[in-house]
C-alpha cells in the first residue's frame, strides 16, 4: 500500500524471479487499474465527440425541416399577423413548438435507452452472478439536454425569424 510506482515494479519483478511461471502469474492491479480507468475514459472522450457531432447533424436537419414547415405554413403566418399578433409571439410559438418536439423526444429516447440498459445489465449481471451495477452518464445527458434544447432554438427561431422579417402583404401573397 505504501510503495510508489517503481516500488511496485520491483517488488512485482523479485517477485516473479522466484514464483514458478506455470503455477503462479504475478500482476501488478494498480497498474492494470489505472491501464482500465485511461481507457474508460477515452471511450467517454469518444462518446463526446460522437454526441456532438451527432448534435450538429440534428441542428442542420432541424434548420431544415423547420424552414421547410415555416414556408409550408407561410401564409397561416401571414394571418396570425394580420389579426395582430406580434412578431415575437408568431416567432415564440415555432420556437416553443420545436422544444417540444425535441424535449419529448429526448424524454422518450432517455426512457426507452434505460429500459434497455437495465434490461441487458440485469441480464449480464445474472449470467455472472453479480449485483445491479449501473453508471448513468449524468454529464453527457445534461450536455445532449442543453444542446438539444439550443438546437431546437436556433433550428426554429432562424427560420422564422426570416420569414418575420417580410411583410405581411408579400407573406400572404405568397411572394
Known amino acids: 500500500p505504501g510503495l510508489g510506482r517503481l516500488g511496485r515494479v520491483d517488488f512485482i ?3 516473479r524471479s522466484v514464483a514458478d511461471p506455470d503455477l ?3 500482476t501488478d492491479t494498480a497498474d ?3 491501464s ?5 475514459d477515452m471511450i467517454v472522450y469518444l462518446f463526446y465527440a460522437v454526441s456532438a457531432f451527432a448534435i450538429a447533424l440534428c ?9 421547410s414547415n415555416v414556408n409550408t405554413n407561410a401564409w397561416e403566418f401571414g394571418v396570425v399577423r394580420s389579426i395582430g399578433l406580434s412578431i415575437s409571439c408568431v416567432v415564440r410559438v415555432y420556437v416553443y413548438e420545436a422544444l417540444c418536439l425535441v424535449l419529448s423526444g429526448f424524454v422518450l429516447g432517455t426512457a426507452t435507452g434505460l429500459v434497455v440498459a437495465i434490461t441487458l445489465t440485469l441480464q449480464f449481471n445474472l449470467f455472472f452472478e453479480l449485483p445491479l451495477q449501473m453508471a448513468f452518464p449524468v454529464d453527457l445527458f445534461i450536455a445532449m439536454l442543453v444542446l438539444s434544447a439550443g438546437a431546437a432554438v436556433l433550428g426554429s427561431y432562424l427560420p422564422a425569424r ?14
Open 13 to 15: 519483478n523479485a517477485l
Open 24 to 26: 503462479h502469474i504475478v
Open 32 to 34: 492494470l487499474v489505472d
Open 36 to 40: 482500465t480507468r485511461t481507457a474508460t
Open 59 to 67: 441542428e442542420f436537419m432541424l434548420w431544415l425541416s423547420f424552414t
Open 162 to 175: 426570416k420569414l418575420a422579417r417580410r411583410r405581411i402583404a408579400s407573406v400572404l401573397k405568397g411572394m
